[in-house]
């Protein structure tokens, strides 16, 4: 038994105190650091480690849900316009289609033209031959389809750049690995919060004038922390499945109710089909399982019949935080894709606000409201710059992008520079450039840090020979020095499995017997505890 | 190009060219039978160069493979290797690494107990038999030798530092350093088998010896990755430390690596010149089965080649070989479909944990045989009196977590091979 440390640790001052590292904190992160506001940013893992983390990337027309929820559609439109300003490098404006396959209710797609007409959405009709000859990839069974300005974004990039930017604003701090454990309130105001380095153990203080919980799925936990029990959320998980190269080039969007395996998201180099959607009660342990995997191949056959043959990579899953009116919908395809501000001061706090729902095409209307809110609140006049400024693009940031490592390091031909990461040609120098300047990079970096700020893993081999690799040229660079680093590349792996092992048949599956051969009969990380070394042995002597 | 069938005959046909194979083919060769070889030798060069019997069960690591082998034979008595007695598994093992040591590529003699070898990442593994140029890493460690290990601008995925960061605790001696390869120093990617082959030729050996000397200081030996040369790794690793003075001794690399090229090489190599027919690099594309034998069908570069035999060993291995083929809801063997032994649809092919100690039950899946090693259909009797099997692609073992891949190649090969020999020369 260890005594519960009494010592307030080291204290951090900052005027607004974020919990939440995903699109939605860093966009308020950004937001205030704009208006001159110093944020402190914390998460409980690391950047995107939710829902930012785990969607199909996807930048809503407001297609969607145009036929259910003309509100949501419309804001979707309007904020999809504007990050195609504002950050087109996180973006690829390829378009999409919506189209009905035999035995679609033919009622459903024939009304959807009006429905996008009255949320505002581009919407044309074209021919079946004109849709196949478009995407070869469609259905022969196509009966109708139209074209909508869908488009794709990269989250990483969209977190890490807004991170980036309210670090060179305000000098604003992001701490990974660090959780929340109590608010320290004092008549209704929130004066610190406790909170605990996961890694470590350590804990911390944080005084801040005010705290936003944008703590995306968790949001409802840090609310309850601060006393707060007005934030209802509906659990949705939802899993996506990876193919290992493009197979359309738009959006293709199945023209029906919402329903599993009705999208296929191009993702640079790479296609997402999903998604499912099944209510879950807690938020521990959430990984994608077979039947999900079959359902959404099933489906996604009938829009795209090569589907039935593709390769596909990896599975995730990821849970949509849904807003729950109280006693309203408990079906998450059809609650609200709409979000709240909860200024909690009904509850009898003046310094705290909650953001909760929403999406990630409107992540940066969330942080502009709670912007306003907070910046009204600590007497900053500044307006919103979000909707015109640029978002800049920084050297440690530029690596999530599928394809552009691979351009560098062909452009830059210097043959010192190791290729680390073979499917996704990850060079020396882009771990270097992330160890020493990508956010985060103020602490220790590590594998699982790495894989966030680039394609490390993410490509064929899902990591299983990369992270070793990378592995190596850590402990090379004395980043690692101790067995820790090991154990770091066990827990990657470990993890990147959840990912693999549904989808792992055909082609894919003795890439995974070959990494499990690799890390537990040659290296034996299956044998390492949790301090990085060996188990005590009965075996092995010398001869 | 003209195109002509061609037809070999042998007596035994051995299906398949990683370890079990060409296992099969020597054993096949110490008895006198000619022998014809197929199947592509690529997954060979994956092998660490240790050869393991059985290196862990449910207690751990484990120290005695022959104790431990008596407890298999208790607990999963299905288990290959719970079907040869330990005077045929020792006998094998006995005879795979002499054969290997006399075609000159040396191996320790298997031994009363497991030790535990170096791994790249600086872990431990334990194992039976091991590459005589990798073995004084085991006394220096239990000595706690000064010893410095050594690797190389370029040499990517081999960092001496990570080696040393996670042994130092058990072995406090070790000190990393890294160095340039002589002629190979410009900074650019170095690759391990370019390094064995250029320390193939003395002047490198020498200029290598002169760069490492001075970096020695009071160690009393060194390490390095794999890189002593590909044909002649005994005689590179005598040299080298008659040029130092100290014991030397080197760590595998990231597979495919140079250990398991010198297995490759040698096989394809020395099989020939002992006579064997050997087609590395092409698979069987269909076996036909009758009375009096097999047939089996290929096609090379210059076209379609028939083989006859008396017999046939069947060691295609599992996935990554292409022995085992996963459907998305059935696992199936590819050559004669034989019967597979696999767990009930793919959800419960993988436990939900990667590192799960009990393993995963795809790993167990596989051919199942009778007590003469003899394929089962589907209706549980062999698919053919003359068609044996042996190796990874046998159902009920795990030799990713049993750390027994050789053990049960080089003892079932053994065995299939003897049952083989038996069943060609009935007539």
New interface residues.
Partial sequence: MSARPTSPGPVFETEVLIIGGGTTGTGVMRDLALRGIHCLLIDQRDLNAGASGGNHGLLHSGGRYAAGDADTAAECRREGDILKAVAPECIDACGGLFVAVEGDDPEFAARFPEHCRSAGIECSAITPAEARELEPCLSEKVYAAYKVPDATIDPFRITLENVNHARQLTQSIFLAHTELERFIVEEGTIRSAICRDTRSGDTLTIRARQVVNAAGAWAMQVARLAGCSGVQLLYSKGTLIISNARIGRRVINRLRPPGDGDILVPGGTVSLLGTTSQTVENLDDI?P???EV?RL?AEGCALVPQIAHTRFIRAFSGVRPLLMARGAETDGRKASRGFSLFDHESEGLANFATVAGGKLTTFRLMAEKTGDLVARRLGNSEPCKTATTPLPSGDAIRWTEPGFAARYWAARRE??D???CECEMVPTSAIDAIVENAPGAELQMSLNAIAVRSRVGKGTCQGA?CS??V???L??R?V????L??RNT?DF??QR??GV?PV???EH??QL??A?????????????TDD???????????? | MIKEPRRHQAELLVIGSGLAGMAASLFALARGVSVAQVGNSGVIAFTTGYLDLLGHDERGFVDDPWQALIRLREDEPRHPLANVTENDIRAAFTSFTQSLTEMGLGYTAPGAHNVLALTPAGTLKPTLSLPLTMQPAIAAMAAGLDTLIVDFTGLNGFSAREVVANLSQRWPGLRAARIGFPDMDSGAEVYAEVLARALEVPATRQLLAERIGPLLGSAQALGLPAILGVHRPDHVHRELQSLLGVPVFEIPTMPPAVPGVRLRELFETRLPQCGVALEPQHRVKRLELHTQGVTAHLEDAYGEVTIEAAAAVLATGRFTSGGLRADPNAIRETLVNLAVSQPEGRAHWYRPDYFDPRGHAINRSGVMVDEQWRPLDATGKPAHPRLFAAGSLLAHQDWIRQRCGAGVAIATAYKAVDAATQAARSG
Avoid: N
Avoid at chain 1, 480 to 483: E, G, H, M, Q, R
Avoid at chain 1, 532 to 543: A, D, E, F, K, M
């Fill in positions: 990984h399982s077979v039947a079959d191949v043959p010192g190791l290729i680390l020979f070793l690799r592995t190596s040229h402990y090379d004395q690692y020095d101790s067995p680093g090991l066990r792996v470990a499995f959840k092992a792992a048949w055909g599956l003795p017997e070959l499990e051969a690799l890390h537990c009969a040659l290296l034996g990380l299956d044998q390492l990085g070394l060996q188990s005590p042995t009965t075996g092995g002597r010398v001869p």
